[in-house]
């Protein structure tokens, strides 16, 4: 399933919500098409927890934002309520993300330990290695870029939500996925820098025995 994480998540995250907001909207109007189209990427994000065979901080941020957002959708109680709070909570999380670079335990360093300890690696070694100061500095780099997603996206939402009212909704849908696109490339050419980082300091250390 990882290779196609990235067609799941358009189908799931993109494609489902857009096809249920505008073939329901007229039926049961935008507040709770808007809660209907949720519902792919609140399964699918269940799916990929129950996938991770166990609670790791991955899956604890996973099932977090998954019950947080639900119920921020649900107890908003209007269309245009929705979107707000759904503003609201994005500078929230941005904040968060941002804390945990000033405290130095960046958020993508803890999904990258979450991800090699699955694949077999030892949690404790890989954590040292994260934590060499060039490597934490990617991390960080890497975080701040989730966080300037977040932020660039709420923002964009603020304008489309002031010129376009609830139209807003399938908007903000589209623009999310292009600027994730765009940055979820970044943060792989991150990963990429980290693990070569990591195989010259493997071959520099096989050429001193």
């Known amino acids: 399933m990882q290779k196609n994480i990235p067609i799941f998540d358009m189908i799931f995250y993109f494609g489902f919500p857009l096809l249920i907001w505008h073939f329901s909207r007229n039926y049961i109007g935008d507040y709770y ?3 209907l189209s949720s519902v792919p990427g609140i399964i699918y994000s269940i799916i990929r927890f129950i996938l991770l065979k166990k ?7 996973m ?12 107890l908003s109680g209007s269309a245009m309520q929705l979107q707000w709070n759904n503003v609201y909570y994005a500078y929230f ?8 670079i000033i405290i130095n335990r960046p958020l993508y360093l803890y999904f990258a330990l979450d991800f090699v300890e699955m694949q077999g690696y030892n949690r404790k070694l890989m954590k040292k290695l994260y934590y060499q100061k060039k490597i934490l500095r990617v991390f960080k780099w890497i975080t701040f870029g989730f966080t300037f997603k977040e932020v660039l996206l709420a923002t964009i939402k603020v304008w489309l939500i002031k010129k376009y009212g609830v139209d807003a909704f399938d908007k903000g849908i589209i623009i999310r996925q292009i600027i994730g ?29």
């Open 55 to 61: 609670l790791n901080f991955l899956g604890l941020f």
């Open 63 to 74: 099932i977090s934002n998954l019950v947080v957002g639900t119920l921020i959708d649900v």
């Open 181 to 209: 696109w765009g940055l979820s490339g970044i943060s792989f050419y991150g990963f990429i820098y980290i693990s070569k980082l990591l195989q010259e300091q493997d071959n520099n250390a096989g050429n001193l025995n």
């Open 93 to 100: 999380i941005s904040f968060l993300s941002f804390t945990t």
């Open 33 to 35: 098409a808007m809660l």
